[in-house]
């Protein structure tokens, strides 16, 4: 049965097809819907806890109205995985979680050691970051929002693993703007952070790309174009979280200071992308070091200018990877980060976190809905209400 929208306009009535449920569809049915309604068919197979064959989602969702020619995605699921399957792939959902931590990017040659710019390595060439990405990638790496890694969210391919990329500073090299086109729409170097992670999508179709940006109170510093850029950065699936208004040392300044330091730069976001930020605070210097301090809470929660703020999850300058957010262990009030900078293979650089990971990664089984280990750690596990599944490896 057809459904339609009715318009009326000057000459008449024009009457708009709108699309269907298709989950109750087999995929030949969809198929033929698809040709009936000139569309262009993509199938995307899943592995999932639902039958084998069933229609999971749609791109274009029921009741949205259909135009000729347009893409429409659909994911079936190919059933659950067998335990050889696990095995074969060494799935560990206990496994660690990399979240790197980088500062500004810079179209520059490197004056220290590997990629780094200054002698702490907070600073990194556009080229070395170009490189990390590649690494990542070839090692088997897809990223995913910090935000569904706090919340127990690892949508991530059968076999890969998860990684989270974090920026702090809100460093006008994170998303420089050199103009803006005839539309309106920003410009943005290629040589800045953004511009290479864009230029990465481009070149590998099948990767995810996402990162966090952690702002101050300048946000990218870029007054012309700070609401712009917040606006672009959240339409193309980048998040934008808290880091402060001025960057202070929580361990020394007051508690009313402490609020305002918070609140003020939740303020500021709510004011300009209202609803589209993370409550996620990068903590300057990573201060306060322990969750005792009499700050901390006022991190986590409170009011400013008679509005209430609470926080989900706090991060660290931290010095190697994250445990699973399905292990007892998990604190996403307080977590760790690598710290992206090159110190020939010590001292927890990328080498050396990235050479532990090989036998320690977490390990997808593909489907966002399972958590599945081998036999003998179920007593590690807090699966969130996800379905746990072991197997002999």
Request: charged share 30%; net charge negative.
């Amino acid at each position: 049965m057809l459904t339609f929208i009715i318009l009326l306009s000057g000459c008449g009535i024009e009457k708009k097809e709108v699309m269907e449920d298709l989950t109750k569809k087999t995929l030949s049915e969809v198929e033929t819907y698809a040709k009936e309604k000139e569309l262009s068919l993509e199938v995307k197979e899943v592995y999932s806890n639902d039958p084998k064959d069933q229609i999971l989602s749609q791109s274009i969702k029921k009741g949205t109205e259909i135009e000729k020619d347009q893409t429409l995605t659909v994911e079936i699921s190919m059933g659950r995985l067998e335990d050889k399957t696990y095995e074969e792939y060494k799935v560990n959902e206990l496994g660690r979680v990399p979240i790197m931590m980088y500062h500004g990017i810079h179209n520059k040659e490197a004056k220290y050691t590997g990629g780094n710019i200054d002698k702490d390595g907070y600073q990194r060439t556009a080229e070395a970051f170009r490189k990390d990405l590649e690494m990542y990638y070839e090692k088997g790496y897809e990223m995913i929002p910090l935000k569904d890694y706090v919340n127990g969210i690892i949508d991530v391919s059968l076999g890969k693993s998860p990684l989270i990329l974090t920026f702090d500073d809100g460093l006008e090299n994170n998303i420089k703007v050199t103009g803006v086109d005839e539309e309106g729409n920003i410009q943005i170097d290629p040589n800045s952070a953004v511009g290479i992670l864009e230029e990465f999508k481009q070149k590998h179709k099948d990767a995810k790309v996402t990162a966090t940006f952690f702002v101050n109170g300048g946000l990218f510093n870029q007054k012309e174009y700070n609401e712009k850029i917040l606006n672009w950065l959240v339409d193309h699936g980048y998040d934008v979280g808290n880091h402060s208004y001025t960057h202070p040392d929580f361990k020394t300044i007051s508690e009313e200071k402490a609020i305002q330091e918070i609140g003020s730069v939740y303020a500021l976001l709510e004011q300009t992308i209202p609803g589209k930020y993370v409550s996620i605070v990068a903590l300057p210097f990573g201060s306060p070091y322990v969750k005792t301090h009499k700050n901390f809470n006022h991190i986590i929660e409170g009011t400013y200018e008679g509005k209430k703020y609470q926080t989900i999850s706090t991060l660290r300058v931290g010095w190697e990877s994250e445990v699973s957010p399905f292990d007892t262990t998990f604190d996403p009030l307080f977590l760790k980060r690598i710290r992206a900078y090159d110190n020939n293979g010590k001292d927890f650089d990328i080498t050396y976190n990235f050479n532990y990971l090989e036998k320690t990664k977490y390990i997808s089984d593909g489907n966002k809905d399972n958590v599945v280990v081998p036999k003998g750690k179920e007593s590690q596990i807090n699966t969130k209400n996800l379905q746990l599944i072991t197997y002999k490896s």
